[in-house]
């Protein structure tokens, strides 16, 4: 059974996932329509469970520290580039080390949690490249304490 946290993570990714699709073809939006909507596209089960101010967390703090998020998986990175990912994989990959980085959630659960969410939506040499980086920020950050 999935935790509220992972079942928010899921939500979190689908959005920024649609947010990546409207921001490369130019599209205006409204987060609070798509949090919205994602939201109400989920069945009643899961919807109790969605963490709300930990969804909005994710997505503010994804979008707010994009840059030196890429920093940090671009460090890691080898034979791959953020850009050719697909939406999906890009926020998986982001999400992660936004809370690898940025938050106090234990590190090896956003890793696990990030892996899962891969597993279900991405090929399997994704999900290794991401285990790989996300492996190395754990490292770092638990270096730099």
């Not at 890009?90 to 590190?107: G, S």
């Not at 659960?109 to 790989?132: F, L, P, R, T």
């Amino acid at each position: 059974m999935k935790t509220n946290r992972a079942i928010t993570r899921e939500k979190a990714m689908t959005i920024l996932y649609q947010l990546f699709l409207y921001n490369k073809n130019n599209i205006t939006y409204d987060l609070a329509d798509i949090i919205t909507e994602v939201i109400a596209d989920t069945d009643s089960n899961e919807k109790t469970k969605i963490d709300s101010p930990f969804l909005k967390d994710i997505i503010n703090g994804v979008i707010n520290n994009q840059k030196d998020i890429d920093i940090y998986i671009r460090k890691y990175m080898t034979n791959w580039d953020i850009e050719r990912l697909g939406p999906t994989d890009q926020a998986i990959i982001r999400i992660a080390v936004y809370e690898l980085v940025y938050t106090d959630t234990p590190n090896l659960v956003c890793i696990n949690e990030s892996i899962e969410i891969a597993k279900k939506y991405s090929d399997d040499k994704v999900v290794k490249m991401i285990n790989g980086v996300l492996d190395k920020i754990y490292h770092e950050e638990e270096e730099n304490g």
